[in-house]
Nanobody
Framework: QVQLIESGGGLVQAGGSLRLSCAASGRTFSNYAMGWFRQAPGKEREFVAGMGWNAASTIYADSVKGRFPISRDNAKNTVYLQMNSLKPEDTAVYYC?????????????????WGQGTQVTVSS
């Protein structure tokens, strides 16, 4: 069982930055593929970024590629999403997700464990 707790959300102006963190419980965090998703009001949950057990397996949604680098610190059991050049359309609840395994994937059904989400609001 893995518990995920997101933090770092908030209100920011367009063009600004935020860094989301996702802290995971357990001693085998390095064996989990991690993903970030987001869900805006009235829209389906969508993939943002994912990282496998090492940085070699990293994928991004086209909408955030070059703006939202994902990283992980296995010693701290934490995965990060650095959000730069934020746009109002990035406003959503952001979720962290995990699945045992080495590679990541963009499908929400791939992931077994989910955090409670953190709100990100970007004002114009």
């Amino acid at each position: 069982q893995v518990q995920l707790i997101e933090s770092g959300g908030g209100l920011v102006q367009a063009g600004g930055s935020l860094r989301l963190s996702c802290a995971a419980s357990g001693r085998t965090f390095s064996n989990y593929a991690m993903g970030w998703f987001r869900q805006a009001p009235g829209k389906e949950r969508e993939f943002v970024a994912g990282m496998g057990w090492n940085a070699a397996s990293t994928i991004y949604a086209d909408s955030v590629k070059g703006r939202f680098p994902i990283s992980r610190d296995n010693a701290k059991n934490t995965v990060y999403l650095q959000m730069n050049s934020l746009k109002p359309e990035d406003t959503a609840v952001y979720y962290c997700a995990a699945r045992w395994g080495t590679v990541t994937a963009p499908e929400a059904s791939f992931y077994r464990y989910w955090g409670q989400g953190t709100q990100v609001t970007v004002s114009s």
